[in-house]
């Protein structure tokens, strides 16, 4: 069965950082788009950042020029960078494992999903 595992998050205060990591098994992980999810409390799930086999990356207007998306295809890993994170950046964080070698900015669009890691930022 497929399985995507993150790690990395924590409590940091305003203006750190921090670098998510998925690892992933059971599936060929070159094949498919990977991408980062995020839920704030009382919130929708909001697409965050996406990057497809071919190497394009995409991002969320909120994140952009401060989150990197990468991948390590011989490791089966996907990171995302988060730098000078700000107190709205607060969410559990969930890798997302796309459907082909593109997918949207609909969660709808990918089939599996890990299990999430909180990320807290404070003042």
């Known amino acids: 069965q497929v399985q995507l595992v993150e790690s990395g998050g924590g409590l940091v205060q305003t203006g750190d ?6 690892v992933t098994s059971g599936r060929t992980f070159i094949d ?12 929708e799930r909001e697409f965050v950042s996406s990057i497809w086999t071919g190497g394009q990356t995409y991002y969320a207007d909120s994140v ?3 989150f990197t998306i990468s991948r390590d295809n011989a490791k089966n890993t996907v990171y995302l960078q988060m730098n000078y ?12 494992g796309g ?13 599996h999903w890990g299990e999430g890691t909180l990320v807290n930022v404070s003042s």
């Open 64 to 66: 952009k020029g401060r």
């Open 32 to 43: 498919y788009a990977m991408g980062w999810f995020r839920q704030a409390p009382g919130k």
């Open 17 to 22: 950082s921090l670098r998510l990591s998925c």
């Open 85 to 96: 994170l700000k107190v709205e950046d607060t969410a559990i964080y969930y890798c997302a």
């Open 99 to 111: 459907s082909s070698y593109r997918a949207s900015r609909d969660s709808r669009d990918y089939i």
